[in-house]
């Protein structure tokens, strides 16, 4: 995907995020009590269409005319939280193909970023490669949601990556273990990875006691690809295979089955929420889904 693709989905994602009907974060059950009657501590959640019984005074008329029915405001309790997004940068998840795993790990973060910023929620963020690339405290404005976005797309860049460190192709669980030790408060933490990584099981297990945590495990298809690399990390060599041939498909098949199968396992052990995304999928309604239904997808 070249540059100017990405900043046009990119834009995209901020065009969808500004529908008042577009709620992320809200739907994901935080725990905040919904009230139909704004009152001292409350403030405004989302739209939802009337029902019988509802205070008229709540419809929402620019809304309902827009949408040809009528809509009221829903109000919640207001509650302090941050949302804290840990990215994986590794040199795995810079795949080839029309979107590599790498993009939708951006978009995706675009979406939560923009939907933190319409909720009024402090966003914070983790890079991580082969070591901690960048480091963002949570914080509220649409100036540090574009840091960090920025800082995002400029990892997109080989010359901007950090070249691997030794064996480590990736230190996601150092990177669970710094973003304990840095959040203070209870947090939405997301982690957008391809989780091809090890140690980083027991590190999730012990996010998840204090913060609500969703893991979300971007894949691609090897289909198209003449070479995949693949690189043996206790022996450091490095091997290049032909995805097309139709043993190596099945292997690869087989072993892709484990590791979601392992990977959604460590998720339930933890109590973490999970959501497969593959590349090139339509990222908001993805994550629309994933957030309504509460659960693994």
Aim: hydrophobic share 40%; with cysteine; net charge positive.
């Amino acid at each position: 995907m070249t540059q100017e693709e990405l900043f046009s989905r990119i834009r995209a994602i901020r065009l969808a995020s500004s529908d008042p009907l577009f709620h992320l974060l809200s739907a994901s059950g935080r725990g905040e009590r919904a009230s139909f009657q704004k009152g001292q501590g409350l403030e405004f959640d989302q739209v939802r269409l009337y029902e019988a019984g509802d205070d008229v005074r709540l419809i929402d008329q620019n809304v309902s005319a827009r949408f040809g029915r009528p809509y009221i405001k829903v109000y919640r309790e207001e509650r302090d939280t941050n949302l804290f997004i840990i990215l994986d940068a590794s040199e795995s998840v810079f795949t080839a193909g029309e979107t590599s795993v790498y993009e939708q790990e951006l978009l995706a973060l675009a979406t939560l970023a923009f939907s933190a910023e319409k909720e009024r929620i402090a966003l914070g963020a983790l890079f991580f490669s082969s070591e901690i690339v960048r480091v963002f405290p949570p914080k509220l404005g649409s100036l540090h949601i574009m840091k960090i976005i920025g800082a995002a797309l400029d990892l997109q860049k080989a010359g901007n990556r950090p070249a691997a460190k030794g064996d480590n192709g990736s230190i996601l669980g150092e990177a669970l273990s710094r973003s304990r030790l840095l959040l203070k408060d209870s947090s939405q933490v997301v982690i957008l990875s391809d989780f091809y990584s090890l140690g980083w099981e027991n590190e999730l297990i012990k996010l998840g006691i204090n913060h609500e945590s969703r893991a979300i495990r971007v894949k691609s298809s090897i289909k198209g690809r003449q070479f995949l690399k693949i690189r043996d990390r206790e022996t450091g060599k490095t091997a290049f295979f032909r995805p097309k041939s139709k043993n190596f498909q099945k292997k690869w098949a087989d072993w892709e089955a484990d590791h979601a199968a392992y990977w959604e396992k460590v998720c339930k052990k933890a109590g973490t929420k999970g959501c497969e995304m593959p590349a090139g999928c339509n990222t908001v309604q993805t994550m629309q889904a994933f957030y309504q239904s509460g659960g693994s997808r």
